[in-house]
């Protein structure tokens, strides 16, 4: 049933024609089906006076194939060519008999429209609604054509289209950003000694405080005392500066003490805050004493100033009790000491 006239209105498969059909066009689902009919199986070509299988033209005296109007030369078909080859008997009027061969969704909706072939309706009235509709369908088409035309024109103008660089820069980084990002920077870092690198649990060149704490390696203070940044790790050129544990074979006593070497000098003298004699500081003294530290210390300098300890109603007379000048600057070793030492922490 589906031919080059259907075809060429985009009508070849079942889910167009249902489109089709839905859309109200029922007289035109009509044409091509008698079109069809007439030009694959001859059956509108029995009615007297119906040209022949493919037959286009105006019945002609012997059923053969009619001239072809100005539709059928230009490729098209005329609907109202299509409704008097629906006259059989040539009467000027379509009645019940004629119309059995239509499908029965395309008579339902002429009855829903009030046509009564009963009676019979004119071939005139008829044609001229069927080329409304086609009028309209083609019109509607035109349309949709010229919309999706203009879309796709729309689509391919620049202002539209993504930066041609962008898919690229998002999914492979530029030749400078991949020599940059795929090399670490060269720095000239001091290694660990043999003692350290052994508590170097996760090879990153410095010794964290879980790590010195593992590997008991001594106290907090001392920690805190070689970490000169306070950034919680210790590296070998703080722990060269600074007053970190020796090894473990080593003597604690020993190790506790500052090197007088490597340690710089003081900016001010700062002996009447060193405690008479060291006191042990554990590792939860020395927790205590640094979160006491870091409160004392207000603009963060590494050491709490005599302005400072105003702001503390009882650490300051316990620490003054214990004999300290407080108005010398205290370090956090130094802090740690004389916070066990004034007792602060059984407080």
């Not at 005392?225 to 007053?243: I, Q, V």
């Amino acid at each position: 049933m589906w031919n080059p006239v259907s075809r060429s209105f985009g009508l070849w498969n079942p889910v167009a024609w249902d489109k089709f059909r839905n859309a109200g066009s029922t007289l035109l689902c009509l044409l091509c089906f008698v079109y069809g009919l007439s030009g694959s199986n001859g059956v509108y070509a029995q009615g007297p006076g119906f040209p022949q299988p493919g037959g286009f033209g105006p019945p002609s005296g012997d059923g053969g194939r009619g001239d072809r109007g100005d539709r059928g030369g230009r490729g098209g078909f005329d609907p109202s060519e299509m409704i008097r080859r629906m006259d059989a008997d040539q009467n000027g009027l379509i009645t019940a008999n004629e119309v059995e061969r239509v499908p029965s969704f395309v008579r339902d909706r002429w009855q829903q429209q009030g046509l009564d072939f009963s009676r019979g309706v004119k071939v005139d009235e008829m044609a001229q609604n069927a080329q409304r509709q086609m009028d309209d369908f083609r019109r509607q088409r035109e349309e949709s054509d010229r919309d999706r035309e203009r879309e796709r024109e729309r689509s391919d103008r620049p202002e539209f289209q993504p930066p041609p660089e962008a898919g690229r820069e998002s999914r492979s980084p530029s030749p400078s950003s991949t020599s940059t990002s795929s090399k670490p920077r060269s720095r000239i870092v001091p290694l660990l000694s043999d003692s350290y690198k052994a508590i170097d649990t996760d090879y990153d060149g410095q010794i964290a405080l879980y790590e010195w704490r593992k590997a008991r390696k001594g106290t907090f203070s001392q920690f805190a005392a070689s970490d000169l940044d306070n950034d919680g790790f210790l590296t070998a050129r703080e722990l060269a500066k600074g007053t970190a544990a020796a090894p473990a074979s080593a003597d604690p006593a020993t190790a506790a003490r500052p090197s007088q070497t490597a340690s710089p000098p003081p900016a001010a003298p700062i002996a009447a805050a060193t405690p008479p004699a060291p006191v042990t500081v554990s590792v939860d003294q020395a927790t205590a004493a640094a979160r006491m530290f870091e409160l004392l210390d207000e603009d963060k300098s590494g050491t709490v100033l005599d302005r400072e300890w105003d702001k503390s109603r009882r650490l300051k007379p316990l620490f003054e009790k214990a004999g300290i000048n407080l108005k010398e600057p205290l370090t956090k070793e130094q802090f740690a000491q004389w916070y066990v030492r004034s007792g602060a922490d059984r407080q």
